[in-house]
Every structure is written in C-alpha cells, then in structure tokens.
C-alpha cells in the first residue's frame, strides 16, 4: 500500500504558508524520516498527511495493494482509516501525571482490545523489564522514551486496517536517539510503514537517509560508524562516566555531525 501527496499546500489558522507545493510518498515495508526544525509544522505534516486535517492545495492518493488508486479524503473512511499518529505532541499526548496502565487501556481499545487490568500490568512488566515493583502505580512521566515508543508504536500497530504509523517528535521525551529509533526499526515489518517527524538535528545524527520538510530537499548523510550516536550508547568507557559527562558528549556529537552532515557532505 502506498500513500502518496502532490503538489501539497497547508496553511496556518493565521493564514500563513507551512509549505508549499510539497510532493511525498509513504510506502509499507518502508521507514521514512521527515525533519523540520518547526514543531508547530512537523505536527501539521503529521495531521495533513495522515487524513485529519483538510490541505490548502492539492491531492492525496492511496494505492491499494491491488494497485487500484484513489483520491484520500479527510475522516475515517479515507486515509485516516489506515493511519495511526500515537502520542502527537500538543494533540494527542496523555498527561505525564496519569497512571499508565489507564492510558494504555485506552490505547489497546483503539485496536479493539478491551484487555482487563491485570493483561495491562502484566505488558508493563514485561515492557518495562519488570522494573517497577508496583505497575499499576507507574505514571506516564515514569517510564523511559525508549518504553513509550515502543509501546505506543507497538499497541498502534495492532488496530484494525492500520498500515502507516506516524511517529511525531519522540526527542521531546528525552533519551539517546539510537535507542528508542532502534526500538522503531525493530517494529517496522513488510506490511507496516513507520514516518518518523524529527528535528533536523536529530535526523542527521542517526545518519539515515531523510526529507528536510523545510527546504524541501532530500540528504543522504554519511555519518562514520565511529562518530554514530548509536556507537556512542553503545561504548562500554563511555557508559563508565557520568550522566554530565555523557550528556556534553552527545551534544558536543550532535552538533558536530548536524555542522558537517546536514547537507549530505562526507
């Protein structure tokens, strides 16, 4: 199945331009990365390409898997009705304050799975490594970046149709961006497309293939395995120090690799 825009416009409610004229495709068995700098326009991405949100300009077409094509419309039986956006910033996300397993009892209903409360505190335990003695006390703003994406993206996955999952600024949660993007890679099958809206910055730092949504240019960063953030988490020494040293060393990563790989130089 494949989601395609053309020639795509969207603008904001004070009548500014988001973008303009933009062309994208989405395809199952696929991973893309879109990056924008603009979080207000990564949402805006998400909304308007998934079918909740009406474009300016333009048109937006499903191919089928038996390659009929047709125009999407806004609402569910659209391109909504195989879409998924868990957890968009400013729109969809749970308070950090709310226990867990009531959130993801909402979650697994959308996949038309009304599990009771002990199936739901027994996948925490298991998602979580069984860290916490008591799961049913655990809040949002208790779990790692790394157990949100894996479990939103996961339980997403599982509703009915669904074919592409948008994944909308995870870095806001925290957390390396390897681990929770490995966790993303891992989820992404032959039948499902994961669209991943991330900063530029982080984009370039996991050194994938990505669409710059600002200036509408695709880069093909070429990160040295040795200068990869994943390599990073990864060094057995660097893991040794502290969370300081750790955190300047990322960033001092990040910044060096965004200055000299953003445009795709080597």
């Known amino acids: ?26 395809e199952t068995g696929k991973l893309s ?28 077409s499903i191919r089928q898997d038996d390659g009929k094509v047709q125009e999407s419309i806004v609402g569910l039986y659209g391109i909504r009705k195989v879409t998924a956006v868990p957890y968009v910033p400013k729109i969809g996300e749970p308070d950090e304050y709310l226990k867990l397993w009531c959130v993801l009892k909402e979650e697994f209903l959308f996949a038309n799975k009304n599990l009771p409360k002990n199936k739901i505190l027994d996948y925490i335990q298991v998602k979580t490594g069984e860290q916490f003695p008591d799961p049913e006390a655990v809040r949002m703003k208790d779990i790692s970046n790394v157990e949100r994406v894996k479990m939103f993206t996961e339980i997403a996955i599982m509703r009915p149709n669904v074919r592409f999952v948008f994944v909308t600024l995870p870095e806001k949660y925290g957390g390396f961006p390897a681990s929770w993007f490995k966790e993303i890679k ?77 445009l795709g130089g080597g």
Do not use: H
């Open 33 to 60: 990365i879109i990056a924008t700098d603009d979080s207000q326009k990564a949402v805006t991405f998400c909304m308007l390409a998934s079918g909740r949100l009406r474009k300016y300009r333009g048109t937006v």
């Open 1 to 26: 199945m494949k989601i395609t825009g053309t020639n795509l416009s969207a603008k904001s409610d004070d009548g500014d331009m988001f973008f303009n004229a933009i062309d994208f495709s989405f």
């Open 186 to 262: 891992k989820l992404q099958t032959k039948d499902i497309a994961i669209i991943l809206l991330t900063s530029k910055v982080t984009a370039a730092a996991l050194g994938e293939e990505y669409y710059d949504l600002d200036s509408q240019m695709r880069f093909y960063p070429s990160v040295p395995e040795n200068l990869s953030i994943y390599n990073l988490v990864q060094n057995s020494e660097l893991l040794k120090k502290n969370d300081v040293e750790v955190d300047e060393a990322v960033k001092n990563l990040k910044l060096a690799i965004s200055k000299r790989y953003e």
